[in-house]
């Protein structure tokens, strides 16, 4: 993998047109999490056993925070516009894309200095990763 600077991995809320970017973000935060299958019994002497290859449920969650230049993630979460397409789009050519939904959004207004907002995103359904051609 070659290296690259956060910047360049765009974020997209409702959609993947340059209309749907979000203006001002800083940092953008992937997560992935997948809950495993405990299969342990008498037989494994208590040694965990866990099923290979299948989750019981996984998670994808995005983070996004910046310089508030725009109202979109605010105005979603007031009017429970919640659950959305996004996108992360890296430079390399690759993206993630799914249905998320908008568990929190937050402002901080300090007193000499830019506003700002962070926002958490999860996942509802499936998620793709579609890699560079």
Known sequence: MV?????????????????????GVREK??????????????????YR???????????????????TKDTRLKEAWVNRNLTQTCRMEYPDGSFLTGTFFLSDYSETEPYKDAATFEATLLSSGIV??????
């Open 29 to 46: 935060s992937l997560k992935m999490n997948g809950e495993a299958i405990d299969v342990t019994s008498d037989e494994d002497n208590g």
């Open 128 to 133: 793709t990763f579609t890699p560079a051609a």
């Open 3 to 23: 290296g690259r600077v956060g910047r360049q991995t765009r974020f997209f809320f409702g959609g993947n047109s340059p209309g749907d970017e979000i203006p």
């Open 49 to 67: 056993q866990l099923l290979s290859n299948i989750q019981a449920q996984t998670e994808i969650s995005l983070g996004v925070n910046g310089v």
